[in-house]
C-alpha cells in the first residue's frame, strides 16, 4: 500500500520533488556576469554613413527600373514594328483583285516574256 501512494500523484498533496535553494535568483545575474571573460562589445564600433551608403540603394532601385523599361519599351517596339510590315505586306498582296490583274495586263501591252521576267526578278 505504501508503494502505490509513492508513484501516484495525490491531487489534493501536490509534490514538489526539487527545491530551489534560498536566495538563489537574488544574486544570478551578478553571478552569471562574473563568470563570464571580459571581451570587448562587437556592437561598440561606430559606423559612419557616408552619402554613397545612403544614395546606394535609390541608384541601384533606379537603374533596375530603367532597364525593365527599356526591356519592354523594345518588345513593344519590336512587336509593333513586324506587326506593321505584316499589315503592309498584307495590304499590298490582297489590294487588287484577279480581274483587275486580268484587265491591267491586257490594256498595258506587255508582252509574255517581259511579264516573266519581272515576277522573276521581284525574288
Known amino acids: 500500500m505504501e508503494k502505490e501512494k509513492i508513484y501516484k500523484i495525490d491531487e489534493h498533496e501536490p509534490r514538489r520533488p526539487f527545491n530551489v535553494p534560498e ?3 537574488d544574486n544570478l545575474t551578478q553571478n552569471i ?8 562589445s562587437i ?4 559606423i559612419t ?3 554613397w551608403m545612403r ?7 533606379a537603374a533596375a527600373f530603367t532597364g525593365i523599361f527599356f526591356c ?12 506593321a510590315t505584316d499589315t503592309a505586306h498584307a495590304e499590298e498582296t490582297t489590294i487588287y483583285s ?6 491591267f495586263l491586257e490594256t498595258a501591252m506587255i508582252d509574255d516574256c517581259t511579264l516573266y521576267y519581272t515576277l522573276v526578278d521581284v525574288n
Open 43 to 46: 556592437y561598440s564600433t561606430r
Open 23 to 25: 536566495g538563489y535568483f
Open 98 to 103: 484577279d480581274e483587275y490583274i486580268d484587265s
Open 72 to 83: 519592354i519599351k523594345a518588345a513593344v517596339g519590336i512587336s509593333s514594328r513586324n506587326s
Open 49 to 51: 554613413v557616408t552619402p
Open 55 to 61: 544614395i546606394r540603394p535609390y541608384l541601384y532601385a
Open 33 to 40: 556576469m562574473a563568470s563570464l571573460p571580459q571581451q570587448e
